[in-house]
């Protein structure tokens, strides 16, 4: 019996062998007649279509961890500025931003009202970033902004400045530019705004259009009437920009007699129109005016003769601080980003108690974190406004700003936003 049993072991034993040698032979044989180099092609195309796959869904779903530590320093170290911008457009435009998770989150305290109009929350994208409005559907449906304003736009197309004409200050966390205004002109901007409210929703962000003047106009006020013209029937407010320094002679326009004639002509050409849902026209200002200039601004603003609704605080600035330390700081442009924090809020909190915190204030310069935005708000901005900060956080910082902010409110015992605004002169 044990013969037997140890036969029959010996027979499993070999035809086990004998199927597993010639499957090995099979598999050798298969291989071998494949293409030189087909399994090395294979595993690079299975590994990077893995690869792919994980990025696109970490930036789909907006990954803070992913964009401050994979995306941006790459982005940083091997893309300059500019192209770097434009990239940004364009993926923006084909919407590949971040759709889901933290940046589509909402907070209760962070609904308000602004101008009349219903916000989801109190974060805009600044002026600067979607010149021609290429990407304005995207962003204001699905970006988690609660307005985003386009431009500046003038009355027709122009190039702009001379590149390079954009310099990182990674450093500092700023940038300085002289773009010079450039963007498709007012007739192709209009087609694509129009275009992109056919497609609005309850959801969707407040439109704005931030207007400018080509460089070479010699009628500044009839360039800023062209851009009222083109955009007050399809825009939720229009912003006058007279605080560009890329512009020669645009900054003079802030002084009271050029100021009031423009804001003037603004009104009536808006009247004229009898819109029955008119926007709101708000003024933006640079942060480095002279104490006299800001007191006749806010004499001009509060003259409803004027008609202006609101204020945006601030532009660039041309003043460089002693701390920059990045060797880009010298260039010529307009310094925005962390740099001007301090001095945009200062202007906000001098604009709020010259204006007896009638006129509404958006809040625009150095933020990036859901502080710099509560920062803004306790000195008189009802909502602010972000741009220099995507260039290094990328589009997850909109939700990241959003969740601190709300977390700032309620530590305080705001149960709204509205409730916050002006705080620190009470």
Same mark, same amino acid.
């Given at each position: 019996r044990f013969e037997r049993l140890a036969i029959l072991r010996s027979t499993y034993e070999f035809h086990n062998f004998q199927s597993t040698?010639?499957?090995? #032979?099979?598999?050798? +044989?298969?291989? =071998?007649?494949?293409p030189t180099g087909y399994i090395t092609k294979s595993t690079i195309i299975i590994v990077g279509g893995g690869l792919l796959g994980y990025a696109a869904t970490e930036v789909l779903w907006g990954s803070e961890t992913f964009y401050d530590k994979a995306v941006m320093p790459l982005v940083h170290k091997y893309v300059d500025g500019e192209t770097a911008h434009n990239l940004g457009?364009?993926?923006?435009?084909?919407?590949?931003?971040?759709?889901?998770?933290?940046?589509?989150?909402?907070?209760?305290?962070?609904?308000?009202?602004?101008?009349?109009?219903?916000?989801?929350?109190?974060?805009? #994208?600044?002026?600067? +970033?979607?010149? =021609?409005a290429e990407a304005v559907g995207p962003l204001s449906r699905v970006s988690g902004f609660g307005l985003v304003e386009v431009g500046s736009v003038t009355p027709l197309p122009q190039e702009g400045n001379a590149k390079p004409r954009v310099f990182r200050l990674l450093e500092d966390k700023g940038i300085i530019n002289r773009y010079g205004f450039n963007n498709d002109g007012a007739n192709k901007v209009s087609k694509r705004i129009k275009a992109a409210r056919i497609q609005r929703n309850g959801e969707t962000a407040l439109v704005g259009v931030n207007l400018g003047k080509n460089k070479l106009s010699e009628n500044a006020i009839f360039d800023y009437e062209v851009g009222v013209n083109q955009f007050a029937p399809i825009s939720d407010y229009l912003v006058v920009n007279v605080s560009s320094p890329n512009t020669p002679g645009l900054r003079s326009m802030q002084k009271k007699s050029d100021l009031q004639s423009l804001l003037a002509h603004v009104k009536y050409c808006l009247d004229a129109m009898k819109l029955e849902q008119p926007p709101k026209i708000l003024l933006k200002i640079a942060p480095d005016l002279e104490p006299s200039e800001k007191r006749d601004i806010a004499q001009v603003v509060m003259d409803k003769k004027y008609g202006v609704d609101g204020l945006i605080i601030s532009n660039t600035t041309i003043a460089r601080p002693a701390t920059l330390k990045s060797e880009f700081r010298t260039e010529t442009g307009g310094l925005s980003g962390a740099p001007i924090r301090e001095l945009s809020t200062d202007c906000i909190k001098e604009m709020y108690r010259l204006t007896q915190g009638r006129i509404p204030i958006v809040g625009c310069g150095g933020v990036s974190s859901g502080e710099d935005a509560y920062e803004k708000i306790r000195a008189g901005a009802s909502v602010v406004q972000l741009y220099t900060a995507l260039a290094f956080h990328g589009f997850p910082i909109i939700g990241k700003v959003k969740r601190e902010l709300a977390a700032l409110l309620k530590r305080d015992g705001f149960k709204s936003v509205v409730e916050a605004v002006g705080a620190d002169h009470r």
């Open positions: 040698y010639i499957g090995r #032979l099979k598999v050798f +044989f298969m291989y =071998s007649r494949l457009v364009r993926a923006a435009s084909w919407g590949l931003i971040p759709r889901f998770g933290p940046n589509r989150k909402e907070y209760d305290e962070l609904a308000c009202e602004f101008l009349g109009m219903h916000l989801k929350n109190p974060i805009g #994208l600044a002026a600067g +970033f979607d010149k =021609s």
